[in-house]
């Protein structure tokens, strides 16, 4: 993939699923503008969506060819999943099943494992050899280990779920609290889950200041604010915005989607490390076989989970507790697909 960026003139081929849809419609134009990629990568976008949508996933289409965007190589927008796959190098996983009043959970796991079980296969079958998998639609952790499941010959380090936007929440809740940029914090953790039990650790976060960075605990004061005020805004403002806005979020999700596709491809700067949904290897104590998020620093096209932080009493219940509601979410859909 860091080859594939250094190819002039050569167009790296990103699929976005659900492109017609709110994120997919944020998202395009940001990574056609190379947002993503970054100035100088010319790109070929693949837009997929169901028969439904097939009107607003065309408009999607004239707009993005209206728009003139200079890197902007080629559009192709289809519903058919097998042209949509076909050579992709970057897979931006933003379709799935939404969770619809009155729906019980194990629908919901159902549906979305029957759409992530055939669009992993088409990936299997047609994608580049070196696909990168992003999976936002959520269960997204989840929908990230079906994916793997059915998408075998993928490097299991080539499948990840989006806890950027997450990440990035937490970023600005502690640089509000402080009254500094955002650009000044850095190195908070998602933990876990992209769920209710998802664990903002703010524990090994810095701000940067005149006289150097400096722990974000000797700046807030207030360390039960951080337990839990912190961690409830960060959990809940997801569900904040939908009661705001009438719609999930869509502009941040689609923007953290590209931080999370930058930072993997051309690298974390410096001393500065971002959460990914990942596949655990064990890390701190979590089971192997989960999709679980992480610390992580990238460098050329690859990610590697930070080693040796502390955990103290209160983080260690938080990261298990997501960990154990990810293990009833991987047995619920296994069972839905009678694995």
Known sequence: MC???NIENDPVRVLITGAAGNIGYAIAPMIARGLMLGPDQPMILHLLDIEPASRSLEAVKMELQDSAFPLLKGVIATTNVVEACKDVNIAIMIGGYPRIAGM???????????????????????????????????????NALILKEFAP???????????????????????????????????????GNHSSTQYPDPNHATVSTQTGDRPIKELVTDHNWLKNDFVAEVQQRGAAVLRARKQSSALSAASAACDHIRDWILGTPKGTWVSMGVYSDGSYGIPPGLVYSFPVICEKGSW????????????????DDSARELAEEKDLAYSCLNV
Request: include cysteine; proline fraction near 3%; hydrophobic fraction near 40%.
């Open 3 to 5: 080859n594939l960026l």
């Open 104 to 142: 019980e959970r194990k629908d919901v796991m159902s549906k979305n494992v029957v759409i992530y079980k055939a669009q992993a296969s088409a990936l299997e079958h047609y994608a580049s050899e070196d696909c990168k998998v992003l999976v936002v639609a959520n269960p997204a952790n989840t």
């Open 153 to 191: 010959s993928i490097p299991e380090e080539n499948i990840t779920c989006l806890t950027r936007l997450d990440h990035n929440r937490a970023l600005s809740q502690l640089a509000d609290k402080l009254s500094v940029p955002v650009s000044s914090v850095k190195n908070v953790v998602i933990w």
């Open 304 to 319: 590697k989970i930070v080693q040796g932080l502390g955990i103290d009493e209160f983080s260690r219940k938080k990261m």
